[in-house]
């Protein structure tokens, strides 16, 4: 008997078990199909379409071979969404159904519209059937904690998940809890979401956000003069600043030094991810340990991960700021160094858009940002090479923007796109379903308010200033009232942000550009159109658009109708801002890139085949305002 329940339960194993390969297996899938025929790289108009327009196969003349997709539906901006099996016929017409994404990547490989690196198919199979497996981890993961806050939930007595986070947390701790909670699904355009090649399975789990991981920060020591700080104006010094924030880790971290003989005065705490330091600093960094450059020992403090992995939140029940650090980890095909550019610029940025919403009263009551107030990285003294500091360097991000008082919830944008742990349907329905209509028009007027709550800060900043939010959906986070309705912008990371001089000049502000061999610049002074792609890629196409196929496939809409919203509410922006201004000439030229043109977008699938030797290839999207007019 008992040998038959055992074998009974190994079988009902090893079925869920293949039920969440598969489901990886179809996720990679159907992300490949979408970046392969976005960025063009295999030509969606070679597509032979059924006349019901739900079939469709693309002949690969190359092999001799066609690739058949049961259920390819399109949407707007170019977007094909694949929902059924692909099967590949061979010239003799026996026909194959392909289950695996290295098996389609082999397939489609001849036919690519470039030519990948030598080694460049190979290491995008390695890096997919990575992601597969971290996916495969997660979703199990996520079973046991969905089932343990559906049991919270119901004992709580709460309308949703959103309404129990809210009643049972702080608000920096529920917004945090949402931010890991938001981290499964991944950037849209990524086909290695999950990829992080140098981590074991058990790393994975313990270090990732979507683990609802808690990790480790040592507090390591930087001989002062082998570091540069930046600062925003009203920090005073670096060790005051850290000793006001984070008390108790002064004290611990003073202490510490002292019991190995050495002057707190002569050094900087300096965080470090616990894995970075174990893998790779003590290694790496053997020699400035051994001179007295670098102390790797000192406190540690329990952290949240967010959602980019390497922003940290200390887990205490008073906000403290976030410690955003290096990994020496590749993940989706990069490695995650903090680079001095992100050093210098965060805290200038910072300053920069801080200064221009105190004179905006109207912007500063749609938009707030997290403050980067600080930052520091390893400098040589000598000769003031900073490249090694891309492994030892932090920024710190001001967290008051979570820890509210006037009951507007903050919410990362990507995990208003993840389902939720209550009934499965992305959170963004629950806050829709506040209003106790979820009909088209309601759904509409949500839709609404939402891009009007997003664009209008956004556009402003940048049509007037010149300054381009990265706001995509990690990057963005949306405040909402008890009601449901979005009302403020959060907008968060500025080392890489982009700028265009002559517009916040005109306008009487300045900022120092940072400038270095072999490092791309972020700050403009001839060109605006790559300010301008930062701005559409990430707020528009990464962010607004997945927002409404979201919303699309959740209620039906009618026809493009969410996207004909986008569009109005785009103009309607832009009007209010004409009057304001540099010229007529600058307001039709901006106004035609962003609901005429075909959208600019990153790359990225292409970046990882010709393994990164150009950092900004974009391809073009159709417009979808232009075809909702």
Request: charged share 25%; with cysteine; proline share 6%.
């Amino acid at each position: 008997m008992d040998e038959t329940m055992s074998s009974s339960a190994d079988a009902e194993a090893q079925a869920h078990a293949a039920q969440l390969w598969s489901g990886a297996s179809r996720n990679a899938l159907n992300r490949l199909v979408r970046c392969l025929f976005a960025e063009c790289l295999l030509e969606p108009d070679a597509l032979l379409w059924t006349r019901d327009g739900n079939q469709a196969w693309l002949p690969l003349w190359q092999s001799r071979r066609v690739l058949h997709f049961t259920d390819l539906r399109r949407a707007p901006a170019g977007t094909l969404q694949n929902r059924g099996s692909i099967e590949v016929l061979d010239e003799t017409g026996a026909r194959r159904r392909i289950d695996h994404p290295s098996d389609f990547i082999r397939q489609v490989a001849p036919a690519l519209a470039v030519s990948p690196a030598s080694d460049g198919v190979q290491l995008l199979i390695r890096d997919v059937e990575d992601s597969m497996r971290n996916d495969v981890l997660a979703r199990r993961h996520r079973e046991h904690w969905s089932a343990e806050l559906r049991g919270k939930v119901a004992e709580a007595g709460a309308k949703g998940f959103l309404a129990y986070l809210e009643k049972s947390l702080p608000p920096h701790l529920a917004a945090m809890t949402l931010d890991q909670w938001g981290a499964l699904e991944g950037h849209p355009f990524y086909p290695t979401w999950k990829a992080k090649s140098d981590l074991s399975p058990e790393d994975v789990t313990a270090l990732s956000p979507e683990f609802g991981a808690r990790v480790r920060v040592g507090i390591a020591a930087l001989r002062k003069e082998w570091s540069y700080v930046e600062k925003m104006p009203h920090v005073g010094s670096y060790s005051e600043w850290f000793a006001q924030n984070f008390p108790e880790l002064w004290r611990d971290w003073t202490e510490g030094l002292n019991k190995r003989g050495k002057s707190p005065e002569d050094w900087l705490p300096l965080p470090v991810h616990i894995w970075h330091l174990d893998n790779f600093l003590r290694r790496e960094f053997a020699s400035e340990i051994a001179s007295g450059v670098f102390d790797p020992d000192g406190p540690e403090v329990v952290t949240l991960p967010s959602m980019s992995f390497r922003t940290m939140l200390p887990d205490t029940q008073d906000p403290r700021p976030f410690i955003k650090l290096p990994v020496a980890i590749w993940m989706t095909s990069e490695q995650r160094t903090l680079q001095a550019k992100s050093i210098h610029m965060g805290p200038r940025l910072s300053t920069l858009i801080s200064d221009i919403l105190s004179k905006e009263k109207d912007l500063h009551n749609r938009l707030e940002i997290f403050t980067e107030e600080l930052g520091a990285i390893l400098h040589h003294p000598v000769t003031g090479d900073e490249h090694p500091g891309r492994f030892l360097s932090v920024v710190y991000r001001n967290s008051d923007a979570l820890a509210r008082n006037d009951g507007l919830l903050p919410v990362t944008v990507a995990a208003l796109l993840t389902a939720s742990p209550v009934d499965d349907r992305p959170l963004i329905c629950e806050l829709i379903a506040r209003s106790g209509d979820e009909s088209e028009a309601a759904v509409s007027e949500f839709f609404r308010a939402y891009v009007g709550t997003v664009i209008g800060p956004t556009l402003a900043m940048y049509l007037l200033y010149g300054i381009a939010f990265e706001a995509h959906q990690q990057n963005s986070t949306i405040l909402f009232d008890e009601t449901g309705r979005p009302r403020k912008l959060l907008i968060r990371d500025f080392g890489d942000g982009r700028s265009f001089a002559p517009l916040f000049k005109e306008r009487g502000h300045h900022l120092k550009p940072f400038t270095r061999t072999g490092i791309l610049p972020t700050t403009f002074d001839d060109d605006i159109s790559l300010v301008r792609s930062f701005v559409i890629d990430a707020c528009f196409v990464c962010h607004l658009h997945e927002v409404a196929l979201c919303l699309d496939e959740q209620y039906t809409m009618s026809g493009t109708r969410l996207w004909r919203i986008l569009r109005e509410e785009a103009e309607a922006a832009f009007d209010a801002l004409r009057p304001r201004m540099l010229s007529d000439a600058f307001w039709l030229e901006e106004r035609k890139a962003f609901l005429e043109k075909p959208w600019p977008s990153r790359s990225v699938l292409r970046m990882h085949l010709e393994r990164y030797h150009d950092y900004r290839v974009e391809h073009e999207l159709p417009n979808p305002l232009a075809e909702a007019e």
